[in-house]
């Protein structure tokens, strides 16, 4: 049976979800941390919101993010270094989509002693490929709330429409077929090997990402509160 989380349980631990694009990393990141009413970190958002701000690293990140490629180490290490500082992290987050390279987990490594975390707990999302191209091309987000729909397999009650708030839903630009390929080749490159880099060190939970969005949450919870808080 799946543990329950009591009510005010911290998580007390730094949770990574590592997988390609369209494995579910938001989707479970946001669930984890809703239940332990922790900060979800995504990188990709945040980027996002520089983008839409027209910020100075918005507009350097943004062709790179319409392209497919990684934003460079140094944008996003600065990004996440200033995020970790803030006190709504003293008891613990999630990320998702970073560290995306090994360089960005290293850095994270170091950055997480310092902040007084042993060490990460990583949940792989492992998924075959083929099924990623449906997830990737039919997600739709909220433009209010974040929340995540999939016109094939999650979608809302009303087409384009979020149910938890009204707001609309959009199709992210980088989610169309000629960007998907590049995506995953950068996936395959880059970030990839932080699988084994993390089995390396002892700290990779695989998880099947193909079934259902609340078979791999169950999963995920059940691992997380398999080990002992990480502090
Ligand atoms: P997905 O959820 O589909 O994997 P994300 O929203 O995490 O995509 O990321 C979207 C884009 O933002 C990436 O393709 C990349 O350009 C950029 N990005 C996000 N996180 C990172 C990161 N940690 N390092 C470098 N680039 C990143
Ligand atoms: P990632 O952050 O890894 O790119 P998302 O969480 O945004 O992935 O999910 C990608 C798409 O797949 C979304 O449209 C989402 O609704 C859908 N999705 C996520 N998990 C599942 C699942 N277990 N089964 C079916 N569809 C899913």
Redesign the pocket.
């Known amino acids: 049976m799946t543990p329950d989380v009591r009510p005010h349980e911290k998580l007390n631990r730094v949770v990574i979800f590592l997988g390609p694009?369209?494995a579910g990393?938001?989707t479970q990141a946001k669930e984890l941390a809703r239940k332990f009413s922790a900060p979800h970190l995504?990188?990709?958002?945040m980027?996002r919101e520089h983008v839409a701000q027209g910020t100075s690293l918005g507009q350097r990140a943004q062709p790179?993010?319409g392209r497919?490629?990684?934003?460079p180490d140094s944008i996003?290490l600065r990004m996440v270094a200033e995020r970790i500082e803030r006190p709504d992290c003293s008891h613990g987050f999630v990320f998702?989509?970073?560290?995306?390279?090994v360089a960005?987990a290293k850095y994270l490594g170091e950055s997480l002693k310092q902040h007084g975390y042993k060490r990460p707990f990583v949940i792989h999302l492992a998924i075959d490929p083929s099924i990623l191209l449906r997830r990737?091309t039919g997600r739709r987000t909220c433009k209010v709330g974040g929340e995540i729909y999939n016109v094939y397999e999650r979608p809302p009650k009303v087409a384009g429409i979020c149910d938890a708030d009204g707001g609309e839903l959009v199709q992210r630009p980088?989610d169309r077929e000629e960007v998907i390929g590049p995506?995953l080749q950068?996936y395959e490159k880059q970030t990839a090997p932080l699988a084994a880099y993390y089995g390396r060190l002892g700290l990779l939970h695989v998880i099947d990402a193909a079934k259902s969005v609340e078979e791999v949450g169950q999963q995920v919870l059940q691992s997380v509160k398999s080990v002992r808080g990480a502090r």
């Open positions: 694009p369209g990393k938001g995504s990188t990709g958002d980027l790179i993010m497919g490629e990684l934003v996003v998702d989509g970073f560290p995306r390279t960005q990737l980088d995506r950068a």
